[in-house]
């Protein structure tokens, strides 16, 4: 994972989506691309290009702000390890919402 991720990071400095972008236009592709994942999911077609495009954009984001994936995802994990709360219509609702 680490090797396709430095790829991946390679491919935005080769493309100048490093320095030539910004997190607000990043962040705008990445609603595009969760538009299109959510499409998949409704026609129940193959999401795997979707989460894929996904991550690419989160990687330029990461990227940008000299994080890692895993600092995101370990922080998030941090959040919600000792959450409770309960499914209603197939959605998690944390306790007190």
Partial sequence: ????????????????LIKGSTDKSQ??????ELGELSDS??????ML???GD??????????RNNVTLED???????????RKGKMVDGVFVKDGN
């Fill in 41 to 46: 999911v409704c026609k129940d077609e193959c």
């Fill in 72 to 82: 995101c995802l370990l922080t998030a994990y941090r959040d919600i390890k000792d």
């Fill in 49 to 51: 290009d979707d989460i």
């Fill in 54 to 63: 996904i991550l690419v954009i989160l990687i330029n984001i990461c990227t």
């Fill in 27 to 32: 962040v705008l592709k990445l609603m595009q």
């Fill in 1 to 16: 994972m680490e090797e396709l991720i430095s790829k991946v990071e390679q491919w935005h400095i080769d493309r100048n």
